[in-house]
């Protein structure tokens, strides 16, 4: 989704701005622009499609810059056009402004705005507020800034500069994340701390109706009244060789990849000397609240959300504890009951997620405690809630998620078993339970190393336009899964269902040019899945099953087989799906698809 740098200091605003941007890249645009101030004019610059077109247009200018914006942007307003693209500038063209979020008032403000003689160029909501702080500009930049935010409505992170001060670069959150950098002599703004890793890792998270007023050696930080706010410098402890492709082709290929070590990260120091009893010093202040959780709900989207289906399935089947799991995005506009003793989980890999974020809000309002399972350290979700864990699987720069599903489900189990502590329900506390997690990062390894066979089924199927996935239990969630990575990256179209339920409607579209995928791991639900995968071989279905090692009776029953090492069924999740991650990669590459880059979608959908 859109992405947001600034830059004040000594260097060439024009270098640093452009890299910084290309680091975002990764969350979806389909424009780019950027605006500095050079000598006693402000260059400004737009184009649609990839960065490199905007590079081209400004090949040979900017080049003396010291200070100025750049945004990619995801259309919401408007189609995705030069004149749509921000930076946005007044009607003097003394100000620009580039924005993340939306002006939900802008209608009102343009018309309002228009009366009073100002000319728009776009048929953006962000426009509006160009012109509306040059309607309040009376020779101080951030009061005018100020006055224009308190008439807006609505979410924003923004980027300012202006050629009447052109020693200042301005930055306003409210709703949708902000971050100031801090170099020698030097600030930056960044909507995602991966833009600017590469000169700073102190950071300072802005909060709403912050603003940040920054000069080449100073940052004075106020709310929208003036109020100066003391804001904390925190450290980033991600390395920038974690934001590049380390000889991978695609990002999505290294963090499948990486899954082995980014499930030992889950894992790493939450576990008591004893090796049986779970720590979470994030939770440590709730422990109290977590003994007397009656009920929980997990609010999340997409991938998130099917890790929350897996979750279910895990704290029902080891606690006992009723759970819902919900899409944020109906949450939110639901009556949601919250009664005493409900816990509300939040699962976010951005931490960003707009309607996530709404869920939490609507949550803590009707009195829930809020725990948040997320990646991003100072994300705002992670920041909203009440409590959490964060994964620690590294950023994730596909927009497919992939590890981050993966240390999804090692937090909840991780959860499961701290719960359990709390709970005083010792008889889930065993050695060999933990002993399990514990294996899996090395059988995920296992399981990378076939990925020959994979690439080999996915030869043969990459023609297929329809696919379905099935599975039972905790695989069901796998299926839903496994669908929705082919479905974005490959534009195959692809469901996912529970086995059972086919015989109530899909089963109507399975013939010899249906591949189906079976999750069919020994588990509780093993036979009744053998007899799913009779009925759809008798319909002359194709069928690919991802089965336990040394399971010799399903190769007799399928067309291929893929098998996955044995663990207790509530980590097969985070086996079974890996096969599945890699057929939608290879699938996806042997179609010619962008798949670090899929059409139409966007990494953090910060938007509703
Ligand atoms: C997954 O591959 C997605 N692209 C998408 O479904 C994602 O999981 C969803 O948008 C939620 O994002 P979040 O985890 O950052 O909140």
Redesign the pocket.
Known sequence: MCGIVGYIGEKEAKAVLIEGIKRLEYRGYDSAGIAVIEGDQMIYERSVGRICELEKRIESKCNGSTIGIVHTRWATHGAPTVENAHPHVDCSKKIAVVHNGIIENSNYLKSKLQEGGHKFRSETDSEVIAHLIESYFSGNIENAVRCALKEIEGAYGLAIISLDEPEKLIAARHGSPLIVGIGKGEYFITSDVAAILEYTKNVVYLEDNEIAVLTRDDMVTTDINNVPISKRIDEVQWNVDKVEKGGYKHFMLKEIHEQPQTLRDAMLGRFEKDNTLVRLGGLKEKEKNLHDIKRIIIV???????AGLIGEYMIEDLLAIPVEVEY?SEFRYRNPIIEEGTLVIS???????AD?LAAVNEAKKRGATVLAIC?VVGSS?ARESDCGMFLHAGPEIG????K??TSQITALFLLTLFMARMKGQKEILSKDIVSKLREVPGQVKKVLEKEDQIAEIARRYKDNENFLYLGRGYNYPVALEGA??LK?ISYIHAEGYPAAEMKHGPIALVDKDMPVVFIATRDKVYTKILSNIEEIRTRGGKVIAIASEGDNEISEMVNHVFYIPETIDALTPILSVIPLQLLAYHMAVMRGCDVDKPRN?????TVE
């Open positions: 999340a989207c997409g991938t998130s959300w099917h944020a699962i976010s890999q951005s931490g960003e997620t996530t990646n979700i927009v497919a998620s992939t981050a599903f929705l990575k974005e979608l966007a990494k953090s959908v």
